[in-house]
């Protein structure tokens, strides 16, 4: 065995062994503890017997154990890309909701009061129409029309 496969079960051992540990004390998703450690034993073995994967490639129409190693690693990086991004935007889209029913519930009105609270009439007339803000101005363009 070389040195770089001594480094590689090692780093491929540790993982499996927190992964494990990982689905047993229920830390993480059940799933994604799975999954993590499933590939952990893979990595692991491919570093055992890397002609293995050549045997594996051929069956699948590809030449050398080595592309197909590159090939699965884009597509993964490209699923978990998708993934990830998946997930921010759901994330974006709760937090724009959540800020968007807060903004409404504290909103104030023009004159600084809060808009769920209302003030004693004390008789003297001095309610504010909350709707009759006036006419807009009038905007004068410097444009005649049909010239």
């Known amino acids: 065995m070389?040195?770089?496969?001594y480094i590689g079960?090692?780093?491929?051992?540790?993982l499996a062994a927190s992964n494990f540990r990982r689905l047993l004390n229920g830390r993480s998703a059940q799933g994604a503890?799975?999954?993590w450690?499933?590939?952990s034993c893979v990595g692991a073995a491919v570093m055992l017997a890397p002609d293995a994967t050549t045997g594996v490639a051929r069956a699948l129409g590809?030449?050398?154990g080595a592309d197909l190693l590159l090939y699965t690693s884009i597509l993964t990086g490209l699923v978990v890309t998708f993934l990830v991004y998946a997930r921010m935007r759901a994330t974006d889209r709760q937090i724009t909701l959540i800020v968007r029913e807060l903004a409404i519930e504290n909103a104030r009105r023009p004159d600084g009061h809060e808009s769920g609270v209302t003030e004693p009439d004390d008789g003297l007339g001095s309610?504010?129409?909350?709707?009759?803000q006036g006419s807009?101005?009038?905007v004068d363009s410097g444009m005649e029309y049909g010239s």
């Open 2 to 5: 070389s040195v770089f496969q």
């Open 9 to 14: 079960l090692t780093v491929f051992g540790l």
């Open 33 to 35: 503890a799975a999954a």
């Open 37 to 39: 450690l499933i590939l």
């Open 62 to 64: 590809i030449r050398r």
């Open 127 to 132: 309610e504010v129409d909350f709707f009759d």
């Open 136 to 138: 807009p101005p009038a």
